[in-house]
């Protein structure tokens, strides 16, 4: 089973921040989040990962609470095409193991 | 161009008859896996394969199998056990982490339909 919940649908008008929370109250010391979206019918795309601290690439930002129990994904400037289904998920960072996947967040971008 | 390619991107089988969906990956990464989503649902694992010549079940492997004979391929096999194999079928691959964080990269996937 999956180890986070995130709330099933958001909307976020185009060129605002969304802001996707995620928790993950029963997260271990190894593992990291990670974060990826789906676009209909394609292959989900990989977003961005952390352990404990904050983390920001070209696409999005990760801020972690301090317990590590939460963590929220900032998208800083929505657009239409950043419509699709977000995936927060909790995986060890040694070896191999699978992401497990929930049912993720549908973020509707609306202009 | 480096990635992970999976072919076809559509599939239809008749009911009945075995179906073996490819998945090549040139990023030289240790671990590969399949995944199965169907529609509204998350992704569901399938099989994996940490090293070559070795593989894992995972959440649904029933009516699936797999081989891993190539570091960079990882065909599944979609048996007529399989009582419903009309899904999306995701592969992804990674790299062995050794205690950091990596992240897997997926396929476009193979829409399978049975008739």
């Known amino acids: 089973d999956a180890k986070t919940t995130q709330p099933p649908s958001m909307d976020c008008a185009e060129g605002r921040a969304a802001n996707l929370p995620c928790n993950h109250s029963t997260i271990s010391g190894n593992e990291y989040v990670y974060w990826y979206r789906q676009i209909h019918s394609q292959g989900p795309q990989y977003i961005i990962h952390g352990l404990k601290n904050n983390e920001t690439n070209e696409m999005a930002s990760l801020i972690i609470t301090e317990d590590r129990k939460s963590s929220t994904l900032i998208l800083p400037h929505a657009t239409l095409r950043d419509t699709a289904v977000y995936y927060c998920?909790?995986?060890?960072?040694?070896?191999?193991?699978?992401?497990?996947f929930g049912k993720g967040t549908r973020l509707s971008v609306i202009a | 161009d480096g990635g992970i390619t999976q072919s076809p991107k559509y599939l239809f089988r008749k009911e009945g008859q075995n179906v073996t969906l490819s998945c090549e990956q040139n990023?030289?990464?240790?671990?590969m896996y399949w995944y199965r989503q169907d529609p509204g649902q998350g992704l569901r694992l399938i099989y994996y394969?940490?090293?070559?010549?070795?593989?894992q079940k995972g959440d649904i492997a029933e009516g699936y199998s797999v081989s891993r004979e190539k570091k960079e391929s990882f065909p599944l096999t979609v048996t007529s056990a399989q009582k419903n194999p009309t899904a999306f079928y995701l592969c992804?691959?990674?790299?062995?982490?050794?205690?950091?964080?990596?992240?897997?990269?997926f396929g476009q996937g193979t829409r399978l339909t049975v008739v």
């Open positions: 990023l030289n990464h240790d671990a």
């Open positions: 992804a691959s990674s790299i062995n982490g050794q205690g950091m964080g990596t992240e897997a990269f």
């Open positions: 394969s940490q090293i070559v010549n070795d593989f």
């Open positions: 998920i909790v995986r060890v960072g040694s070896g191999n193991t699978p992401l497990v």
